[in-house]
């Protein structure tokens, strides 16, 4: 009997200690899991031999100096954009990097780090296409990609749209004649361009605001933000941010 109360404290005390399997990446000290939507270049995206794991991109890169700087392990999460949010307020993940824009609607839900990123919306168009403008595509068919802020700006605008899961899929559509144009961001849209000939950008600056990306985190985390926008902060300052964005859109268009 002395040996199985024993036993029955050990295992006890182990599932305080872990939550049964269940302890999330907060409660462990040495580890943040990150959420991210790989589809995402120069961003985020799979490759045979990412910065972390099969992930890389900017943001990955980012990620991993957050985990360097604050002495923890870096885990990452895939799953669709418009799930990162919610698995963020259920626990399922510590924070989210994935190109995500810091808007005052997603503000009411998470907190977020400081911007470390600036970007704006263009169109992607065949070379020969006669949109100039974003007023141009209020007769046209729009593609854009789900959750993202481009179908948010193409929602405002009023004009009806095909929302794709992933970029590449609403690229497609462009490339075979299926859409006449794609609202993206612009780094990204850059790097689908580059891939695909015969599309060019085009810029409306009067349309499209800038929009700053940034890390979100649960509501009044604190602790962890601080961490996070102390290393986002000093990246910023020593130009690393800078320099993993160059490297990575020259990357993008080198191949």
């Given at each position: 009997?002395?040996?199985?109360?024993?036993?029955?404290?050990?295992?006890?005390?182990?599932?305080?200690?872990?939550?049964?399997?269940?302890?999330?990446?907060?409660?462990?000290?040495?580890?943040?899991?990150?959420?991210?939507?790989?589809?995402?270049?120069?961003?985020?995206?799979?490759?045979?031999?990412?910065?972390?794991?099969?992930?890389?991109?900017?943001?990955?890169?980012?990620?991993?100096?957050?985990?360097?700087?604050?002495?923890?392990?870096?885990?990452?999460?895939?799953?669709?954009?418009?799930?990162?949010?919610?698995?963020?307020?259920?626990?399922?993940?510590?924070?989210?990097i994935a190109g995500?824009?810091?808007?005052?609607?997603?503000?009411?839900?998470?907190?977020?780090?400081?911007?470390?990123?600036?970007?704006?919306?263009?169109?992607?168009?065949?070379?020969?296409?006669?949109?100039?403008?974003?007023?141009?595509?209020?007769?046209?068919?729009?593609?854009?990609?789900?959750?993202?802020?481009?179908?948010v700006c193409v929602?405002?605008?009023?004009?009806?749209?095909?929302?794709?899961?992933?970029?590449?899929?609403?690229?497609?559509?462009?490339?075979?004649?299926?859409?006449?144009?794609?609202?993206?961001?612009?780094?990204?849209?850059?790097?689908?361009?580059?891939?695909?000939?015969?599309?060019?950008?085009?810029?409306?600056?009067?349309?499209?605001?800038?929009?700053?990306?940034?890390?979100?985190?649960?509501?009044?985390?604190?602790?962890?933000?601080?961490?996070?926008?102390?290393?986002?902060?000093?990246?910023?300052?020593?130009?690393?941010?800078?320099?993993?964005?160059?490297?990575?859109?020259?990357?993008?268009?080198?191949?």
């Amino acid at each position: 009997m002395k040996k199985v109360t024993l036993i029955l404290a050990a295992v006890l005390a182990a599932c305080t200690l872990t939550a049964c399997g269940g302890g999330s990446a907060k409660e462990s000290g040495n580890t943040i899991t990150f959420g991210t939507n790989p589809e995402f270049p120069p961003f985020e995206y799979v490759t045979s031999n990412g910065v972390l794991g099969e992930f890389d991109g900017i943001d990955m890169a980012i990620a991993q100096k957050i985990g360097e700087d604050n002495g923890m392990e870096v885990k990452m999460e895939s799953m669709e954009f418009d799930s990162l949010l919610v698995a963020l307020q259920n626990g399922q993940i510590d924070a989210v990097i994935a190109g995500m824009t810091a808007t005052d609607e997603r503000r009411e839900t998470v907190d977020f780090s400081t911007p470390y990123y600036t970007a704006t919306q263009v169109m992607i168009v065949k070379e020969d296409s006669d949109i100039a403008t974003a007023a141009d595509m209020a007769d046209k068919k729009i593609c854009v990609i789900q959750g993202y802020t481009g179908e948010v700006c193409v929602q405002d605008m009023g004009y009806t749209y095909e929302a794709f899961k992933k970029g590449t899929e609403a690229i497609m559509e462009l490339v075979n004649g299926k859409c006449d144009v794609v609202v993206l961001d612009s780094a990204t849209a850059q790097k689908y361009v580059s891939d695909n000939e015969g599309l060019k950008i085009v810029e409306d600056a009067s349309a499209f605001e800038a929009e700053e990306y940034a890390i979100a985190v649960q509501k009044d985390n604190t602790e962890l933000l601080n961490k996070i926008n102390a290393s986002i902060e000093k990246m910023l300052a020593d130009g690393t941010i800078n320099e993993l964005a160059v490297q990575y859109t020259e990357a993008a268009s080198a191949e």
